[in-house]
């Protein structure tokens, strides 16, 4: 089965211990999803470089939970970015294996986009 599920998310993003001697950056978040995917996710982000100059790279993994459509289950998200000169380049795609009760077998890609509001839009291309 090939499904889009449509919605928006809060994000809320914490300090966490740095990493290598201080040379990467950690973020600790949680994010509530709203829309097809009704549920919460937690993870756990490295970065390096200056993103408040527009210009650094990151990776997270995130496992969520919840309902997506109509099952139940969890299963988990990885994330690869880059920004350069303020443009952004996000990949995030299904972990393959990570999904479970009714989620098991998922695979799938999501795309982000951020209003100028600051809104975060996602959509998720699946299959079960």
Not at 4 to 11: D, P, Q
Not at 12 to 19: A, I, N, Q
Not at 26 to 33: A, H, Q, T, V, Y
Not at 71 to 93: I, K, N, P, S, W
């Amino acid at each position: 089965m090939r499904a889009t599920a449509r919605g928006t998310f809060e994000i809320e993003l914490r300090p966490g211990p740095s990493e290598l001697d201080g040379a990467v950056n950690r973020l600790d978040f949680s994010k509530i999803f709203h829309g097809d995917l009704d549920g919460s996710g937690v993870g756990i982000m490295l970065f390096m470089g200056d993103p408040g100059t527009g210009t650094a790279g990151y990776v997270a993994i995130e496992r969520v939970s919840g309902r997506l459509h109509d099952r139940e289950g969890g299963f988990a998200l990885q994330q690869f970015g880059t920004m350069r000169d303020g443009a952004q380049v996000l990949h995030y795609g299904v972990v393959p294996g990570s999904g479970e009760d009714g989620l098991a077998g998922m695979s799938g890609t999501l795309h982000l986009t951020v209003d100028t509001d600051g809104t975060h839009r996602f959509e998720l291309e699946y299959e079960l």
